[in-house]
């Protein structure tokens, strides 16, 4: 009996380095070893909030901290000299690092067990058929005792799992050899199972069942422990609790957190039932997501047992060696991501998702209009950003089925109906010079127009005179995605809109926020988004086409755009055709699939407000009767 005790010698238990620094006021991400930087508790970093504060933490759980901000002087440390690093006057205040307080330890029952001399042969046949020999039950220090059940009310043979804590015993936790009843020594401390196989491991692995850490002993991993306790039924809605104290269920975690916080990689194994992946979670959220991996069970496995008696120690190596990364909200990698990656690798040509057609050859070449992007369309005023915007929506609505929601400041609506109505029945409106002579549209026409504009267009405006601001208007295209299933927005223009900056906030601040509150919507409902922006007055201008980094306000509406748009047309009235030419500048294209720098050439019908790809030109044309386009 006492030489299958002395068989294995524990290793010595980390220092709770938590606990100190905590006490300092430090918190970390993790408390492993290395040098870490984080903000002084002291000084908060000074106005510049700078991470001033190192902390230094050694393999055998002793560390060393200091402020080098020289105004604080903030250090301290365990008392005891890191390897290479003496602890020394410091020469900012010439004073020693000094050890801190420990907290007082609470007072639990220590158990005193009357274990056999001998394990039985019915219990070591128990863990036989479990795939666990004898051997692994003398590493384990697996004892068995005539205990009394609870359950049953009398004394009866018992599995006795022993708990210890630096070597020495600190709890007991019992099971009948034949049936799944469980108990523990009443009052003893909550620890977890082996923990002094844990001491001063980077990588460790937690299960949910002491035969579990058998089961990995036996297959030759160590460095395994098991909760004491049993799984909940479903995750916590209410979060963990601040105070450790109140987290009672938990409690062997916070008693283990000296060996938890050393390790860098926790492989968590519990049952792949509902209630063990509810565990799975709840010890997560305890020691942190971003340093816990999943063990995936083989098909047909419940958990580390299952898997050593199905799939032997060689099964139970590629299962460790292959485990998940526990899921962190907002964090991912681009396997998660394989079916769509995939999906969009067979995409063919005219899939939207490679960008639809802008309805113009000419244009396609360069810009292809892709579901989820912004972008941003400038031009001198009278150039006719709004009129080609206009265009490019009856076209893809045309030919795409797409609808859209237009937040049109400078347009009065019956002008815009106007417009949009002359694009789909290819005749003037109004009988008036811009016509040529042509036969404006019926009543009829504008019935019937007017059906099919309503179905595809619908108009963001504020019902008073009050000028919209960026957060109204994409609540409202919100609604219009739910309700009618828009593809695309027009914000037309930017120095229209009630801009609700702070005085302590910066136009370059103001509209860098902006652009990425526009972005994140395109992104998340899958729908394209055009923001018209002016140029700022150019000095001395003499008619050339504007640059995206001429727009007033910011740099930002270039940077953060997916696509940028000029668009310019001649003002030289001698010359008609040229005024009919509208250029239009690619000058940028973050998705090359979809397009690239370039420029193009469309030609103006006034008659019917359509853009052309070749010119048809038109007979008498003088510039006196030229509809301003806008």
């Known amino acids: 009996q006492q030489q299958r005790r002395q ?17 300092a006021g430090i918190t970390l991400s993790h408390y492993g070893p290395g040098t870490h930087r984080t903000s002084c508790p002291k000084c908060l970093g000074g106005s510049d909030k700078e991470k001033s504060l190192s902390v230094t933490i050694n393999a055998d759980g002793e560390f060393v901290y200091n402020c080098f901000r020289g105004s604080c002087g ?10 290479g690093s003496a602890a020394r006057p410091n020469s900012a ?19 005193k067990p009357s274990f056999l001399p001998v394990v039985p042969p019915q219990v070591v046949q128990f863990f036989a058929k479990r795939g666990i020999m004898k051997e692994t039950l003398d590493k384990a220090r697996v004892q068995a005792e005539m205990a009394h059940c609870p359950q049953k009310g009398h004394k009866a043979l018992s599995v006795a799992f022993p708990y210890y804590e630096n070597g020495q015993l600190v709890n007991i936790k019992y099971r009948l050899p034949g049936e799944k009843v469980f108990w523990q020594a009443k009052g003893a401390k909550k620890i977890l199972y082996g923990l002094d196989d844990i001491a001063n491991e980077s990588t460790i692995i937690i299960v949910e069942g002491e035969c579990d850490k058998l089961a990995l002993l036996q297959a030759g991993y160590t460095n395994c422990v098991s909760v004491p306790d049993g799984a909940p039924s479903k995750v916590s809605e209410t979060g963990v609790p601040e105070d450790p104290d109140q987290d009672k269920k938990f409690s062997y975690i ?7 916080d050393h390790a860098s990689k926790i492989l968590i194994g519990t049952d792949s039932d509902g209630p063990g992946q509810a565990l799975g979670e709840e010890l997560a959220r305890r020691l942190g997501k971003e340093r816990c991996w999943q063990i995936k069970w083989p098909e047909g496995c419940k958990d580390a047992n299952d898997t050593l008696q199905q799939h032997g120690p060689q099964g139970m190596k590629a299962v460790l060696e292959s485990p998940e990364a526990f899921p962190i909200r907002g964090l991912f ?33 360069y810009y292809r209009v892709v579901p ?33 929601a237009l937040c049109s400041m400078e347009k009065k609506v019956r002008e815009h109906a ?11 409106f109004f009988d008036a010079p811009y016509a040529r002579g042509e036969k404006r549209m019926s009543q009829e026409d504008v019935e019937a127009g007017l ?4 179905e595809r267009f619908f108009l963001v405006r504020h019902e008073d005179e009050m000028l919209p601001n960026m957060d109204w208007i994409l609540d409202i295209a919100r609604a219009a995605v739910m309700r009618y299933g828009i593809r695309g927005l027009v914000i037309d223009p930017y120095n229209e809109l009630d801009h609700q900056r702070p005085n302590s906030m910066s136009e370059t601040e103001y509209v860098s926020q902006m652009l990425t509150k526009i972005k994140r919507f395109a992104q998340h409902y899958d729908c394209h988004v055009w923001f018209v922006a002016h140029p700022k007055q150019l000095a001395n201008w003499r008619g050339e086409a504007p640059d995206l980094y001429d727009i007033s306000g910011s740099a930002h509406f270039i940077n953060k755009a997916d696509n940028g748009i000029v668009i310019h047309r001649s003002r030289d009235t001698s010359n008609p055709e040229l005024m009919r030419a509208a250029q239009i500048f690619v000058r940028k294209v973050r998705n090359k699939a979809a397009g690239h720098i370039g420029d193009c050439t469309l030609y103006y019908d006034r008659k019917s407000g359509r853009y052309l790809d070749e010119d048809a030109g038109e007979a008498g044309d003088h510039a006196e009767d030229e509809e301003l386009i806008h």
């Open 333 to 365: 990698d681009f396997k998660m991501f394989q079916d769509d990656i995939l999906n969009y690798y067979g995409l063919k040509d005219a899939d939207e998702r490679r960008g639809v057609s802008t309805g113009w050859k000419t244009v396609d070449e």
């Open 7 to 23: 068989q294995q010698q524990p290793k010595a238990a980390a220092i709770p380095v938590r606990d100190l620094l905590r006490e």
């Open 451 to 454: 059906e099919w504009l309503s």
């Open 418 to 428: 106007r417009q949009l109505l002359e694009k789909h029945t290819g005749k003037p």
């Open 254 to 260: 916070w008693n283990c957190r000296a060996q938890l």
């Open 372 to 404: 989820g992007e912004l972008t941003i369309v400038t031009g001198v005023p009278n150039s006719g950003k709004s009129e080609w915007i206009d265009a490019l929506l009856y076209n893809i609505s045309s030919q795409s089925g797409w609808c859209f």
């Open 93 to 111: 205040n010439n004073k020693t690092l000094m050890p801190l307080r420990g907290k007082e330890s609470e007072t639990y029952t220590v158990p």
């Open 74 to 83: 903030f250090n301290g440390g365990s008392g005891k000299p890191l390897s």
